[in-house]
């Protein structure tokens, strides 16, 4: 019998904001513990919780970018639970009406683009930390409070490479729209892994096991490539499967029951009373629409078929957003935009790296570098010499011609002056002349530098070779 | 829904209270008479009612994203009944 | 004697420097020093604080500071236990919070401070405001001026007791269920619950959030209109805190009640009220006629569920506001081996019996299978409560009740039942379900023993200025509010 795997991850992601979710606290990372608190985030008697607007402003447009419904009604309700690292003992976040439902992520996998819906994107509070000693443990509120932003898939994820690929994706988008810094090593995104498998073709769902805080996305693969077999085997055996949470042991690369008592968790959920219901207006919402980005994916897709350059050179412009702003400036209206291309992933990319310079700080305007390709395809100068225009233009700005006009780059090509120097080039060498004529090809080589050299490199190339072969022929 | 249902045991454990043998005997006991009383509310007719969710009508009360001063660590700490290292001490958690 | 003023009167001697702060503070603690081990209503006092914030406003005065900037510059008012004021311990009289001292000081107390207020004094309470008697304190109830073996009402009774027994000018309390009201009904005294949203909720621990509000007690109508106005207001720190206008509350007092229409109740004027208590509340309703007013009467149908869905909503709201007592960032730990253990210890043993029973009950009406049932069901009735309210305020300006059924109880009469204790706000709650503002002032006394009898007076969302403007009208007209326990 085959088996399918059928996979949902729910991932917690930070949000870029400065304050945290419902207090003035800072919303920052690895300071000295317990001291971006204040009474409100270490749940105090008498405090009360306000929220960040910008953390709201986030998820809407998260909501957007992820192809959901942003409604006009949310609300926040409290999810009540006893932990050492949840101040109040229950934590702020969205139940029933969240601010963002049913959207899809489109992403690259194996040689096509999968979908994964998106069951919903809500906000809510992130929760202190614990850290473990021997005798007892110890908690650190600076987290608790960050604006805490989960995306629930559906559980359209069939394996632990799509998984991956599903959470880099997810990640690009969130980082590209300024949504959060997906900084992993800092503890930004956390991922619940359901996992469950049935046999192929059939609709029912079998029997799901949770693995929650996983916190790399190869983690994830890694525990998704053990627990599917396992939970396999165990069918197939004649076993059966209990749906329960189960811990990922990293290093002995299991997953194992969570033997711990597990006391009922009975969230009790209930609308906060603390907080007013949202209703986000039409106009907010257009403020936050006005931030939309084109998501790395349609961005890729579209340089390839609107500018028709290669997959590659497109990863380039999603990856480094202004250098591909710059490009398609470049490339409006022009014939050559792979010549373009080269010129700004090879060219300009390479000596902005080298300067340590950005983009904005570029002394000459797009336009200049279709400008070069122009001239250079119109044979005025050779690619030698375009990377003298292209090196002075960086350094000092101005207009290809104005450069080519001033360092005297344009290429000889008029047959006067370069039958000229074939001719002298032939006379003075006689020894290669005769060479060439009696079938060694490269001889003509030598007679080409002779006028290169003559012409103090301005003699175009190609036609000085067509020009010194139309000679010797005689 | 009725007050057989009331499992003390239960309910005292989910709020975390622990409670004595004579407390939960007592508390049963008032407890079954209280929501006893409280069924009263099924002689209404609800259908078509909203809850109150809140008792003013506003909506979008936000506040701006600005960091705004937190208290130092000693004050973070002072009322703690156990701390070391900066942190709030509690019995090992096993996860 | 300087104890015997009001806070109007105070104020008056303050400003023309007949009587300094000092004074006034001093007075109090010797009244308190006098009467208290009688009353209990003092759970602790900082005396050297009091007199050192007194001595501050004298020095301010002496600079020339004035009463038109700061209408309460150094007048002593108590503050409930559930105040939080920074550097000072905040107990709620319980056992749980320990030696809790807060970091922070609440918006009302602060805007207490700005208006130039003594704030001294951490008065008796039900624990966690949960009670009707102040006989729920983990540290001894507090006993009603008028007759010592009688409970002064709660949950704010040690604030309602303190200002019978003259021990401060006024006296700050929540109400939830009719926590200021009845009790200022069961001593004698004015008790005000403005309009939910109206005052700050920051800084006050939370019973239940959406019907706790904070409001003064005091000797007089003026007194509680000078209080409201010193701490009304919108507060960022508070979303549930509405951004209206705060009218000049005394200003708007005077005048008579031509014109103004009075609603009653048809449903609360039930069988059950003692027949004195019925007997002063119809003297009341003439009065008011007598002044001009017309009253007609109206119909709230819903009043009868108002003790159920209380009962659903608020201990609800309260088992997950109190789950933050855990003895983890602070209060009285009692360990255990793991955090479940430490958690139910510490819990066990701080809450004591009624507070235990309303989080048992609240997170029961929460939990899976019943949260439809009894929590969902609640709030719709809530609206229909408020509805009662919406209708009713189409024909009147304000509807007039007895505030309690009955006088003062004795202590300890009610304890071993506490559906009977409940039973006992069913004219206050319906308010707090609302929303809306409530007042309660002295409307006469009982016989035998001589017990103050409370009116009450229900007002529109906001409406606090006509409110107040009926209230002292029926007052200023009436000999009630001069008479005082003798102790």
């Known amino acids: 019998m085959e088996y399918e795997a059928v996979i949902g991850l729910e991932t917690h992601c930070q949000l870029k904001t400065k304050s945290k979710m419902f207090c003035g606290c800072a919303n920052e990372f690895g300071a000295e513990p317990n001291t971006n608190v204040c009474p409100v985030c270490l749940g105090m008697p008498g405090v009360l919780p306000v929220p960040n607007e910008r953390a709201l402003q986030l998820t809407a447009l998260t909501g957007y970018l992820l192809n959901c419904e942003v409604p006009g009604f949310a609300k926040f309700d409290r999810k009540n639970?006893?932990?050492?690292?949840?101040?109040?003992?229950?934590?702020?976040?969205?139940?029933?009406?969240?601010?963002?439902t049913t959207g899809h992520v489109d992403f690259e996998f194996g040689d096509g683009i999968e979908r994964v819906r998106v069951t919903r994107a809500h906000i809510e509070e992130d929760v202190g930390k614990n850290n473990h000693f021997a005798q007892h443990s110890g908690v650190d509120f600076n987290r608790a409070g960050v604006p805490l932003l989960e995306i629930v898939s559906e559980p359209d994820l069939r394996s632990a490479d799509m998984a991956y690929e599903y959470l880099n994706a997810l990640k690009d988008i969130l980082?590209?729209?300024?949504?959060?810094?997906?900084?992993?090593?800092?503890?930004?995104?956390?991922?619940?892994?359901?996992?469950?498998?049935?046999?192929?073709?059939?609709?029912?769902?079998?029997?799901?096991?949770?693995?929650?805080?996983?916190?790399?996305?190869?983690?994830?693969?890694?525990?998704?490539?053990?627990e599917v077999p396992r939970q396999i085997e165990t069918l197939e055996s004649g076993g059966t499967l209990v749906q329960e949470t189960r811990r990922w042991d990293d290093v002995a690369a299991i997953t194992e029951s969570m033997r711990t008592k597990e006391?009922?968790?009975?969230?009790?959920?209930?609308?906060?009373?603390?907080?007013?219901?949202?209703?986000?207006?039409?106009?907010?919402?257009?403020?936050?629409?006005?931030?939309?980005?084109?998501?790395?994916?349609?961005?890729?897709?579209?340089?390839?078929?609107?500018?028709?350059?290669?997959?590659?050179?497109?990863?380039?412009?999603?990856?480094?957003?202004?250098?591909?702003?710059?490009?398609?400036?470049?490339?409006?209206?022009?014939?050559?935009?792979?010549?373009?291309?080269?010129?700004?992933?090879?060219?300009?990319?390479?000596?902005?790296?080298?300067?340590?310079?950005t983009v904005d700080k570029l002394k000459f305007e797009p336009a200049a570098i279709r400008e070069l390709v122009a001239i250079i395809d119109a044979d005025i100068i050779s690619s030698k010499g375009g990377q003298e225009v292209f090196a002075e233009l960086f350094e000092n700005g101005g207009s290809p011609a104005a450069i080519v006009e001033a360092r005297g780059l344009a290429q000889v090509s008029d047959s006067g002056e370069l039958d000229k120097w074939c001719q002298d080039a032939i006379d003075s060498n006689p020894g290669p002349a005769d060479d060439y004529r009696n079938g060694k090809e490269n001889a003509i080589n030598f007679l080409k530098g002779q006028v290169m050299k003559a012409s103090r490199g301005k003699a175009n190339p190609q036609v000085v070779g067509e020009t010194l072969a139309k000679l010797l022929k005689g | 829904m009725s007050d057989n249902d009331f499992d003390i045991q239960y309910v005292a454990n989910l709020a975390r209270i622990a409670l004595l043998p004579e407390q939960e005997a007592r508390l049963a006991a008032q407890l079954g008479d209280i929501l006893g009383y409280v069924k009263k509310l099924e002689e209404l007719d609800v259908t078509g009612v909203e809850p109150m969710a809140h008792a003013v009508p506003l909506a979008n009360v936000l506040r701006t994203d600005e960091v705004q001063p937190s208290i130092p660590q000693e004050a973070a700490l002072a009322n703690a009944p156990k701390q070391a290292n900066g942190l709030f001490v509690v019995p090992k958690i096993v996860e | 004697?300087?104890?015997?003023?009001?806070?109007?009167?105070?104020?008056?001697?303050?400003?023309?420097?007949?009587?300094?702060?000092?004074?006034?503070?001093?007075?109090?603690?010797?009244?308190?020093?006098?009467?208290?081990?009688?009353?209990?209503?003092?759970?602790?006092?900082?005396?050297?604080?009091?007199?050192?914030?007194?001595?501050?406003?004298?020095?301010?005065?002496?600079?020339?500071?004035?009463?038109?900037?700061?209408?309460?510059?150094?007048?002593?008012?108590?503050?409930?236990?559930?105040?939080?004021?920074?550097?000072?311990?905040?107990?709620?009289?319980?056992?749980?919070?320990?030696?809790?001292?807060?970091?922070?000081?609440?918006?009302?107390?602060?805007?207490?401070?700005?208006?130039?207020?003594?704030?001294?004094?951490?008065?008796?309470?039900?624990?966690?405001?949960?009670?009707?008697?102040?006989?729920?304190?983990?540290?001894?109830?507090?006993?009603?001026?008028?007759?010592?073996?009688?409970?002064?009402?709660?949950?704010?009774?040690?604030?309602?007791?303190?200002?019978?027994?003259?021990?401060?000018?006024?006296?700050?309390?929540?109400?939830?269920?009719?926590?200021?009201?009845?009790?200022?009904?069961?001593?004698?005294?004015?008790?005000?619950?403005?309009?939910?949203g109206r005052v700050s909720r920051y800084g006050v621990v939370a019973f239940a959030s959406s019907l706790d509000q904070v409001g003064p007690l005091t000797r007089d109508v003026r007194d509680s209109a000078t209080l409201l106005g010193a701490m009304a207001g919108h507060d960022p720190h508070d979303s549930t805190s509405v951004p209206t206008e705060v009218p000049d509350y005394v200003a708007e007092l005077g005048g008579d009640l031509k014109g103004t229409k009075l609603g009653l109740p048809k449903e609360f004027l039930i069988d059950g009220i003692d027949p004195e208590v019925r007997a002063a509340f119809d003297a009341a309703v003439k009065q008011c006629e007598v002044l001009g007013a017309e009253i007609h009467e109206v119909s709230m149908p819903h009043t009868e569920y108002g003790v159920a869905t209380y009962y659903i909503v608020a201990t609800a709201e309260a088992s997950a506001n109190l789950a933050r007592f855990d003895g983890i960032r602070y209060g009285d730990r009692v360990d255990g081996d793991d955090p479940?253990?430490?958690?139910?210890?510490?819990?066990?043993?701080?809450?004591?019996?009624?507070?235990?029973?309303?989080?048992?009950?609240?997170?029961?009406?929460?939990?899976?299978?019943?949260?439809?049932?009894?929590?969902?069901?609640?709030?719709?009735?809530?609206?229909?409560?408020k509805r009662d309210f919406e209708q009713a305020f189409e024909t009147v300006d304000a509807l007039i009740t007895p505030t309690v059924p009955a006088a003062a109880f004795k202590a300890g009469e009610k304890m071993d039942d506490p559906l009977q204790m409940y039973l006992s706000d069913i004219f206050t709650i319906s308010c707090n379900l609302a929303g809306t503002c409530g007042i309660s002032l002295p409307c006469g006394f009982t016989s035998d023993p001589k017990l103050p009898i409370g009116l009450q007076l229900l007002g529109k969302p906001f409406g606090e200025s006509q409110l107040l403007q009926i209230a002292n009208a029926y007052e200023q007209a009436t000999p009630w509010h001069t008479e005082r326990a003798v102790l």
């Open chain 1, 263 to 357: 006391h009922a968790h009975d969230y009790r959920y209930f609308p906060e009373p603390d907080i007013m219901p949202l209703k986000p207006d039409e106009t907010w919402l257009a403020e936050v629409l006005s931030h939309i980005i084109e998501l790395p994916l349609a961005r890729k897709q579209r340089f390839v078929s609107d500018y028709g350059i290669p997959a590659q050179d497109a990863d380039v412009f999603v990856g480094n957003v202004p250098l591909g702003d710059f490009f398609e400036q470049a490339v409006e209206g022009a014939k050559n935009a792979k010549a373009i291309a080269n010129w700004v992933i090879n060219n300009l990319q390479a000596r902005l790296i080298e300067t340590g310079t």
């Open chain 1, 175 to 226: 980082i590209y729209g300024g949504i959060s810094d997906c900084d992993m090593e800092k503890g930004m995104v956390r991922c619940d892994v359901n996992i469950s498998v049935r046999p192929k073709g059939e609709e029912k769902l079998g029997v799901k096991v949770e693995i929650k805080n996983m916190n790399t996305f190869s983690g994830v693969r890694r525990a998704i490539n053990y």
């Open chain 3, 340 to 385: 479940f253990s430490l958690y139910c210890n510490t819990r066990g043993q701080g809450f004591g019996e009624e507070v235990k029973r309303r989080i048992i009950l609240g997170t029961y009406v929460l939990s899976s299978g019943y949260y439809d049932a009894y929590y969902l069901r609640a709030q719709k009735v809530r609206t229909l409560i």
């Open chain 1, 81 to 100: 639970y006893f932990y050492p690292d949840v101040s109040k003992n229950y934590q702020i976040t969205q139940y029933d009406f969240p601010s963002t």
């Open chain 3, 1 to 196: 004697m300087l104890h015997e003023l009001t806070l109007t009167g105070l104020t008056a001697k303050l400003a023309a420097r007949e009587v300094s702060s000092r004074e006034a503070m001093q007075a109090c603690l010797d009244r308190i020093d006098a009467v208290d081990d009688q009353v209990n209503a003092f759970m602790s006092i900082d005396r050297d604080d009091a007199l050192g914030q007194a001595d501050a406003v004298d020095a301010a005065l002496a600079k020339g500071a004035t009463h038109a900037g700061q209408p309460l510059l150094g007048v002593p008012v108590s503050l409930k236990d559930l105040f939080c004021v920074k550097g000072q311990p905040v107990n709620c009289s319980s056992k749980i919070l320990g030696d809790f001292r807060s970091p922070y000081d609440g918006t009302v107390v602060r805007k207490l401070r700005d208006a130039g207020a003594v704030l001294f004094g951490r008065m008796n309470m039900d624990e966690f405001a949960m009670g009707s008697s102040t006989e729920n304190s983990a540290f001894g109830r507090s006993n009603n001026p008028w007759d010592l073996e009688r409970v002064p009402g709660g949950s704010s009774g040690g604030c309602a007791a303190a200002v019978a027994a003259q021990e401060c000018f006024g006296s700050i309390g929540t109400d939830t269920g009719g926590s200021i009201r009845q009790p200022a009904a069961l001593c004698g005294c004015v008790g005000l619950k403005p309009t939910y």
